[in-house]
């Protein structure tokens, strides 16, 4: 089996590239994972996309990355959660997101390409910001490492659906609907399937009211 | 070397045990790590710590559960994106994070625990929402499969800290600070080392304004 395929909750899985991109473009850091001496190892790391590369830096002296430049194969996550999709059930209760798995061998971006990369990079992190700052100097260049991973072998997984509870669940007079991640009002949606009159619960009611109940941006 | 002992930025490495479970519990997924015959393969995962151990859900149908329940080593990171810290050149700027990874061989929660764990994991999720719903059927405790590490190998990393730049960068008029990823008032902080009336710049305005700029709660 092809390992951009899924296994499982293929229903799920997209070949879309746009979608594909406009989630890298959304996502300031991703999860690399590559195998060492002592197993597999997964960090966080920025990226950023141009066109079907996906460019990652770090210092010379980072473990991973010196690794990574020998062309060893690492693959690395793209994640972003939406909300929680509260169903009637524990078990079809779960999360909505969207995840992209990347699979490749980064190659080192040679030196003449290397400033070009810094700055795509320093744009991703704070857009404008290239125009108001000097240039990095050659040591600052010389000190960074960026790896570009030919952005070829990927899935991507969309779960942004609805609980998907069994008739028997249905019929009862539970709660069940979708807490987007997301600021301000409109954050607690009703399931299509929910009966009229069902008031929102206290759990859902707190997990909408928490200030950022989601993700990595704080808690 | 130990492969929880960071390679570089050791200053900014925790042994602090609290400061791990405190991140730890304010993630709801983690990515993990494991290797595959084609490669390190990463994914996301919903997560609990319950004392020492992080737990991890999913179907028993699910290819790196299966995996990982033969007792093949995984790492699996928690990451928490606070800010963007904006130096006055592209390479002093970063990002404010807090991130842990934990290694260790998943053991599967055995079919005595698998209930109380769901129930720790749900409530992780959803906070209160047991109370409001049926138990799980037997034949749902059956289709998931619960694996459990135990937190002893682990490492933090911290970087919580301002920009970092040299005297000569200091000495221009180029503003420098910390926009928080949190949204209201205040996200904008100014470096303590900025010289007063240098007014804030528009790429800093700009980010600070997008409704979420940052990390992997939406875009």
């Known amino acids: 089996m092809e390992r951009t395929e899924l296994t499982r909750e293929r229903h799920r899985a997209s070949r879309d590239t746009s979608s594909l991109y406009r989630l890298l473009d959304s996502q300031i850091i991703g999860h690399v994972a590559i195998q060492t001496d002592h197993g597999p ?5 920025a990226i950023a996309r141009v066109e079907d590369q996906l460019l990652m830096h ?10 990574a430049k020998r062309g060893e194969q690492v693959s690395v996550a793209v994640t972003q959660v939406d909300g929680v999709i509260v169903a009637r059930s524990s078990f ?6 969207q995840s992209a798995v990347i699979f490749g061998r980064p190659e080192p971006v040679d030196d003449e390409r ?4 810094l700055t795509v990079l320093t744009e991703k992190l704070i857009p404008g910001r290239t125009a108001e700052i000097r240039e990095p100097s050659a ?4 000190q960074t490492m960026v790896l570009s991973i030919p952005i070829h072998e990927w899935s991507l997984k969309i779960s942004n659906g609805w609980p998907d509870d069994g008739p028997e669940d249905v019929a009862t007079s539970v709660w069940a609907g979708v807490v987007l991640d997301q600021p301000g009002t409109g954050r607690i949606l009703e399931a299509p399937d929910l009966a009229a009159g069902v008031p929102v619960p206290s ?8 200030s ?4 990595d941006a704080g808690s």
Chains 1, 2 share one sequence.
Do not use: D
């Open 41 to 45: 190892l997964v960090l966080p790391t």
């Open 58 to 67: 770090g210092s010379v002296a980072s473990g991973w990355m010196r690794r």
């Open 92 to 97: 079809e209760s779960s999360i909505r997101y």
């Open 114 to 117: 290397k400033l070009w990369a």
């Open 139 to 142: 040591r600052e260049i010389a």
């Open 203 to 210: 759990s859902v009611r707190a997990l909408a009211h928490r």
């Open 212 to 215: 950022m109940p989601l993700g």
